[in-house]
């Protein structure tokens, strides 16, 4: 391999979670459905992006499903337990009970998505769901969940909170003071480091010096683990562990999943940088629900409830498809509201006055390259 | 009932509202034990414990960004900068997170940052800076800056009390120079007024913070040397500005001098001269004159400091110059 750090080859990667989890067969099942789902999503969001209905770009889990569905289900949503994914986290989401319609409706930038048009593809949350949306600042989140986990702390709250990096928001100063921060306080909180070997076009190997990210957990002082991320059983387990821990007040674990991105940062991205082999190698010999596949039939799960499952997901997509895009654009007005509780909206500027929508009055010449969706 | 002094005043303020709603919380840097660089949080671990008042690591963005997660959850966190020169230390997460988190995602964020701010006090380049105007350029973030005591303790109470994060300048010069009785019982000060420090009928000065100080010196001056009768708005809060005492000042007088301490190129003045230019241009006899901190990062000598920031013998040419037009 052309590259050097610390994503091991996928041969390496194929350590198992144990066969003797705690989770019942309907869970073991959910987890394909979640996985699928996410997969199956994404396919149906490339659909819509190559017929321009996706107004911004679009970004890709493919390959990364098992450690974000893996590591979310550990957390316990009875309990009120939250998140913050990151970009590759569509699974996570959707875990917590993040719904399809949401993700499409947003990447459409309409009206009815959850954050009404002012936020891109799954940038976006719900605390009654358990999971609050990222913003594209990289580790700006570690600091957020150590405050949403202090929180739970002080009022003494049976509550967890889990946040997801990627290898490159391990380099920012943010993600140093957050979980600095959250280790001195011990707040139960999981950092989860999805190490997938790329920040962008960058390989871990100029992002970092360290052998393993894992071991950023010592100079910290905290409990530091690594599992195959693209074991979904492994995943959880490692995760649930860290979960545990900190509920049972000992307080912040980092754990490192180690997996691989099999697309481009975004959908424009052509990969140029990747050497030549490695994506067809990570995708015929560890692909995360292929292998997870394997290990249902093994034990014992007919193909019929596997098929069943993908046949679920076939409809739901559709239907959140169809809602989705009969959904309507946003108010352009809807703009001036709600930056403040108080004042509730702001006024339109003297030129805007009595002026519904800009786009009306203010045609943007063919020379700027742009054009209205 | 006996005066008080304006730090005393915002300590009364968080002795006040922790003591009303549990959810307040303070966290900061040396502000538990220590009771902070300036003493401001004196006794308030003592009283409360260390779950409410949290000694932090050295982490502006950690101190913000936690805040931020727990007032997501209902609480209500009061951030000490341990001088306001450290907010641009996090200035990404306060101004990318914070404030913008209600209007793209929802998430209520009602927390307070204050601290020391402000010069006159030989604190050199980093502890001396009036960092307003770059937060008065983003959405989402109210900041108030008292001048009096009892508008200290008020706005405190409003701050903490506000739906959306607030960022609280406190001037260290005015910290133990200002005393007043304060008004009884839970008296605020709302968020968006100002206060007519002083009525006249020639000239408005539109200040804030310590310079309504030197306004209010230079007002008198002119009053008796020159029988000008001087105005002398204090905003108290920047943002939201309030636009109505602003216009009606000018109607008022005709003329306007503004004054701030912070640095002139894209101060807060600037933008004051744009809403009267564009509102109320008519009602002007003089050009909307500045006084201001000359573009230069604040010197720690006291003859560079006195030279740079803004005196009680610039606002009174000012006032003639404007007076004379």
Known sequence: MARSGAVPSPAKARGSGSRT?????????????YMRLTRSLEERLVNLYRQTKVVGGLFRSLGQEADAVGSAYALDRSKGDILSPLIRNLGSMLVQGARPDEIIRQYMAKGDSPTRGRELNIHYGDLVRGFIGQISHLGDMVPVMAGVTLSFKMRKQDRVGLVYVGDGATSTGAFHEGINFAAVQRCPLVVVVENNGYAYSTPLSKQTAAKQLVDKAIGYGIAGEQADGNDVIASYEVTKRAVDRARAGGGVTLVELMTYRRKGHAEHDNQSYVPAGEIDKWASENDPIDRYVIRLRGDGFEESEITSVDQRVADEIDRATDAAEASPMPEPTDALVGIYADPPEESPLWFRQGIKSAVEVHERPSSWGTHDV | MSEITYLEAIREALFEEMARDENVFCLGEDIGAYGGAFKVTDGLMAKYGEQRVIDTPISETAIIGAAAGAAHMGMRPVCEMQFIDFLSSGYSILTNYVATARYRAMLPCPMVVRGPSGGYVRGGPFHSQNPEAAFLHTPGLKIVYPATAVDAKGLMKSAIRDEDCVLYFEHKYLYRRIKEVMPEGDQVVPIGKARVAREGKDISIITYAATVWKSLEAAEQVQKEDGLSVEVIDLRTLLPM?????????????????????????????????????????????????????????PYSPPLEDYVLPQTSDIVLALRKLAAY
């Open chain 1, 21 to 33: 989890s705690d989770l019942s067969r309907e869970q073991q099942l959910e987890l394909y459905y």
């Open chain 2, 242 to 298: 309030d636009d109505e005492a602003i216009v009606a000042t000018v109607k008022k007088t005709n003329r306007v001098l503004i004054v701030h301490e912070d640095t002139r190129t894209g101060g807060v003045a600037g933008e004051i001269t744009a809403r009267i230019n564009e509102t109320a241009f008519e009602w002007l006899d003089a050009p909307v004159l500045r006084v201001t901190a000359v573009d230069v990062p604040l």
